[in-house]
């Protein structure tokens, strides 16, 4: 089965269940996986989970919300600001982003995102091997852009 082929018919998406494709695709899917087959199959998964054409509205605008929040976290601070501005004007557009954003994880992610500091300082402390990871300010800033959009259109 083709990815153009999951497009024609619900069908499809049975034959890509059936086939065991996610089965296949979880081993592409953990965290540490940073080549391009985690791409391919977290892609190749959302496209499919989209076109199932899930009918809550909060549960699709997901779909539209959790690609952005990946680019906000992005070292790029040029993709970060762009991908913040474009989720906060959603969430200030469209109620079911909004409350998408305030029901689903969003606030966990702004607190780990703002927190992942002080939790990276703690587990090094109490190991012997200690390396330098922190949060970008560019993303902090731009995560709380976004919460600060939601709360103004609230």
Known sequence: MDLKSSNKSPECLDEFCDQEIPQVLKKF??????????????TILHIVGVYDKISDDIIRSNAAIEPLIQIIHSPNENRSKAASKTLGE???DDDSIRMSLLTTGFLGTVQHTLSFDQQKQTESKSSSSSQEISTPDHVKSAILDVLLMILHSS
């Open 29 to 42: 899917l953990g965290p540490k996986e940073q080549d391009e087959k985690f791409v391919l199959s977290t």
């Open 90 to 92: 959603l969430a200030e």
